[in-house]
T-cell receptor, first 113, second 113 residues
Framework: DQQVKQNSPSLSVQEGRISILNCDYT??????FLWYKKYPAEGPTFLIS?????DKNEDGRFTVFLNKSAKHLSLHIVPSQPGDSAVYFC????????????FGTGTSLTVIP | KAGVTQTPRYLIKTRGQQVTLSCSPI?????VSWYQQTPGQGLQFLFE???????NKGNFPGRFSGRQFSNSRSEMNVSTLELGDSALYLC????????????FGSGTRLTVV
């Protein structure tokens, strides 16, 4: 049962515009969320995280928004750059589950120059 | 500093065989987690080791096992391979045991024929 879902397998955006990647989850116990970025033939790299006590976290061009009531989070990239083209995974964890994270299936972002 | 090293990078095995994958974490990292990545399921948590002890385990059959050595290197073993075990196996090491501290290796691509 997929507890974290990324319903858009792919997204294309013009360079300079905003990219919005979405993620939904079903487990209301999740309290910590992360986004990872993955290039082909490489492992995922950590991008940004957010705790459930916040509804927004910003790091440079990347902002993550959390809507707990809707069990939804989104990653905004502004402005989008060609180097942002990659697969993006969202992940979530619940308290007292150690280092176990539930990942979505990923969204492949293509930024068109 | 050296990253997370996974060996081998590619592996082809026959149904019924067993396989051992290796992961060398970043020096000083004591937590090692294993994930299976398949196209339809995203990254699925297998298990986590910390200081030679399995600290957490995902929902995989007993054919999947692992261990961690005193130098924090970890191995993952899959016995009686099935076609459905074909996947990218990713190892992630962490100093603090939190997902934001994960550093992933590039993975081992296992193909079962």
């Amino acid at each position: 049962d997929q507890q974290v879902k990324q319903n858009s397998p792919s997204l294309s955006v013009q360079e300079g515009r905003i990219s919005i990647l979405n993620c939904d989850y079903t487990n209301s116990m999740f309290d910590y969320f992360l986004w990872y970025k993955k290039y082909p033939a490489e492992g995922p790299t950590f991008l940004i995280s957010i705790s459930s006590i916040k509804d927004k976290n910003e790091d440079g061009r990347f902002t993550v928004f959390l809507n707990k009531s809707a069990k939804h989070l989104s990653l905004h990239i502004v402005p989008s750059q060609p180097g942002d083209s990659a697969v993006y995974f969202c992940a979530a964890s619940a308290p007292n589950t150690g280092n176990q994270f539930y990942f979505g299936t990923g969204t492949s972002l293509t930024v068109i120059p | 500093k050296a990253g997370v090293t996974q060996t081998p990078r590619y592996l082809i095995k026959t149904r019924g065989q067993q396989v051992t994958l290796s992961c060398s974490p970043i020096s000083g990292h004591r937590s090692v987690s294993w994930y299976q990545q398949t196209p339809g399921q995203g990254l699925q948590f297998l298990f986590e080791y910390f200081s030679e002890t399995q600290r957490n385990k995902g929902n995989f059959p007993g054919r999947f096992s692992g261990r961690q050595f005193s130098n924090s290197r970890s191995e993952m073993n899959v016995s009686t391979l099935e076609l459905g075990d074909s996947a990218l196996y990713l190892c992630a090491s962490s100093l603090t045991g939190t997902g934001s501290g994960y550093t992933f290796g590039s993975g081992t691509r296992l193909t079962v024929v």
